[in-house]
C-alpha cells in the first residue's frame, strides 16, 4: 500500500474527492502506521479504529455515489482528550474522570463529523491542560518524536506529537497560555491558537474558560486554513462565541505580503533567549524582509507581568471549574468513605494530580475574601493593561513576531521546577489574555530540535496570519519531518 500517511490533510481530501483513493484505506494506512509507531511515541491515549473504519466506508460510498460531502471528506484527524466525544471515553488525561465516556460531542468534534473528517482517537495531554510537557497526564508519558528522551510540549503534546510521527492529518488542540502554539513549535508542525470566540468551547472541559480556546495543529498551513473554516463559527451552546462571519481561510493562502506591516516588540528579545534559537528567530524575520514585509520594532510595555498575571486568573478560574469534580455527579469516586466529607475531600485527594491541586489551591487562595482585591482582581486589571498595549501596538503595524519559546525541548527527566515552567511560557500566554490569535510555524532547526515563530494578529486576523504563514513557508523551503521507521 502506498504511504498516505506522508500526505498532507489537502493532499488527501483532493485524492479522496477525485475518486483515486478510498478513505477507507487511508484510514488502514494511517492505523498501521499508529501501530508501528504509537508505542515510541505515545501520542494516543485512546483510539477508534472500528469506527473510523466504519464511518470511513460511509464516507466512500457518499462519494462513490456522487452524493455531497464535508470539507474534510474522509480524512484522519485526532482530537486531544479534553475534548467529548459522544460514546468515545474522555478523560482530559486525569484519574478523576478515568472512567468518563462522552454523552455528546463538543461542537468543535461535531463541526469536524459533520465535515465528514474521520476521528481516529483520542490525544494524551497534560491532567486538565495544566503544564507544558504532557508529563502530568495520568495515563503516560508523550516522546518528542524529534528525540525520545525529550518532551513533546505541552499541554497538546499528544497532538502536536501525532502530527510530526504522521499519526493524523490535523489535531485539534486546546490552548490556555500556548498549549497549542508551544508543542507545535517543539514538535516542528504548525498550530493555531484562534481570536477568543472564534470557536465553540461547548465540549471542552474547562480549564480557564476566560483564555481556553480550541485550535487546530497540522504539517502546514493549508491544513490549519481547511480546518479552521470547518470548527470555526457561532454556536448556540456557548455565548462567548463570535456570531462573525467565518471568511474562507484558504482564501488567504498564496498571496504576497508585501508591505505588510511587522511590530517585533523589544520586550520579547530578552537575554534569556537561547542563542541557537536566537539565531532561526533572526534569520526568519530577514525571510519577513525579503517577501517584502515591513519591521518595525514596538513596544508591550506590560509583558513582564503577563506570567504572574496568568498564574493568578487561570488557576482561579481552574479552582472554579474544577469545582464540579466531588465524587457525587460524574467521575471517580474514592473507596474510602465514612461520611460525605470524606465522599468530597478523598475523591478529589485521590483523583486529581499534584499540579492540578497546586492550581485549585493557587486559585483559592487568590479568590478568597481576604485576599480577592490584593490578587485577582489587581491580575485583571493587568490583564487589561496587556490588553491595550496590544491595542496600541496594532494601530501601527499588521502583526506581531515573536518566538514561541525561550528553548527547545528539554528532556523528559530534567526535573524543572513549576516556576521555572511557568517562566517558559512567556511568549504565549499574553496572546490568550488579550484574546487574540496566534499562529506556530516551524522555522529551523537548533542543536537539531525545530524551533518555532509565532505571529500574532489583531482580533479575528486569522487570515492575515494564515497569509503570512503561507508566504513563510514557501520561502523557508520544505519541512522535513523526522523519520521514525
Ligand atoms: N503551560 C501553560 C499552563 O501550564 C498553558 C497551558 C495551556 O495552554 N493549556 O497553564
Not at 485549585?360 to 485576599?371: D, E, N, P, Q, R
Request: a negative charge; aromatic letters at 10%; one cysteine or more.
Amino acid at each position: 500500500m502506498e504511504n498516505f500517511y506522508k500526505l498532507s490533510a489537502f493532499e488527501i481530501r483532493e485524492k479522496i474527492l477525485k475518486g483515486e483513493i478510498k478513505s477507507e484505506d487511508v484510514v488502514k494506512d494511517i492505523f498501521e502506521r499508529i501501530e508501528k509507531i504509537d508505542n515510541k511515541i505515545g501520542s494516543f491515549v485512546n483510539l477508534r479504529k472500528e469506527k473510523a473504519l466504519a464511518e470511513a466506508k460511509i464516507v466512500d460510498e457518499k462519494i462513490k455515489n456522487g452524493e455531497k460531502v464535508g470539507a474534510l471528506a474522509g480524512v484522519p484527524v485526532a482530537i486531544k482528550d479534553n475534548m467529548v466525544s459522544e460514546g468515545d471515553i474522555t478523560t482530559a488525561c486525569s484519574k478523576i474522570l478515568s472512567n468518563y465516556t462522552g454523552v455528546y460531542d463538543a461542537t468543535a468534534v461535531k463541526k469536524l463529523k459533520e465535515a465528514d473528517a474521520i476521528i481516529i482517537g483520542v490525544t494524551n495531554m497534560d491532567e486538565f491542560a495544566m503544564g507544558s510537557t504532557t508529563k502530568t497526564s495520568y495515563h503516560k508519558e508523550t516522546k518528542n518524536p524529534w528525540d525520545l528522551e525529550k518532551v513533546p510540549g505541552g499541554s497538546s503534546g499528544g497532538a502536536a506529537a501525532s502530527i510530526a510521527a504522521q499519526e493524523a492529518f490535523i489535531s485539534l488542540g486546546s490552548d490556555t497560555g500556548g498549549s497549542i502554539r508551544q508543542p507545535a513549535s517543539f514538535c516542528g508542525v504548525v498550530g493555531l491558537k484562534p481570536t477568543y470566540g472564534r470557536v465553540s468551547r461547548y465540549g471542552l472541559m474547562a480549564f480557564a474558560s476566560s483564555l481556553d480556546q480550541i485550535g487546530p495543529i497540522a504539517k502546514n498551513v493549508r491544513d490549519i486554513a481547511l480546518c479552521l473554516n470547518v470548527i470555526s463559527g457561532s454556536d448556540d451552546y456557548d455565548a462567548t462565541v463570535s456570531s462573525r462571519e467565518v471568511p474562507d481561510y484558504t482564501e488567504f493562502l498564496g498571496k504576497d505580503i508585501k508591505g505588510m506591516k511587522f511590530g517585533v516588540p523589544k520586550e520579547y528579545f530578552i537575554d534569556g533567549i537561547n542563542e541557537n534559537v536566537r539565531k532561526v528567530i533572526d534569520e526568519a524575520l530577514d525571510k519577513f524582509r525579503e517577501l517584502g514585509a515591513e519591521i518595525v520594532e514596538i513596544s508591550l510595555p506590560h509583558t513582564k507581568y503577563a506570567v504572574p498575571t496568568y498564574y493568578v486568573i487561570a488557576p482561579a478560574e481552574a479552582s472554579s471549574n474544577l469545582a464540579r469534580f466531588d465524587g457525587v455527579r460524574y467521575g471517580y469516586r474514592s473507596e474510602n468513605i465514612k461520611d460525605v466529607n470524606d465522599l468530597y475531600v478523598n475523591s478529589r485527594s485521590e483523583g486529581f494530580g499534584d499540579e492540578v491541586k497546586r492550581r485549585i489551591m493557587i486559585g483559592t487562595y487568590v479568590l478568597s475574601a481576604g485576599f480577592y482585591d490584593a490578587y485577582f482582581k489587581k491580575a485583571q486589571k493587568v490583564r487589561e493593561l496587556i490588553k491595550e498595549d496590544f491595542d496600541r501596538a496594532f494601530e501601527q503595524v499588521d502583526m506581531i513576531f515573536t518566538p514561541v519559546s525561550p528553548n527547545t525541548a528539554f528532556k523528559l527527566d530534567d526535573k524543572k521546577s513549576p516556576i521555572e515552567l511557568y517562566l517558559e511560557d512567556i511568549f504565549t500566554i499574553s496572546a490568550n489574555l488579550a484574546g487574540i490569535p496566534g499562529i506556530s510555524i516551524p522555522a529551523g532547526l537548533a542543536d537539531n530540535m525545530p524551533v518555532g515563530i509565532q505571529l500574532l494578529g489583531k482580533p479575528f486576523g486569522e487570515g492575515e496570519l494564515i497569509q503570512a504563514g503561507d508566504a513563510f513557508e514557501k520561502i523557508r523551503g520544505e519541512w522535513k519531518l523526522p523519520n521514525l521507521d
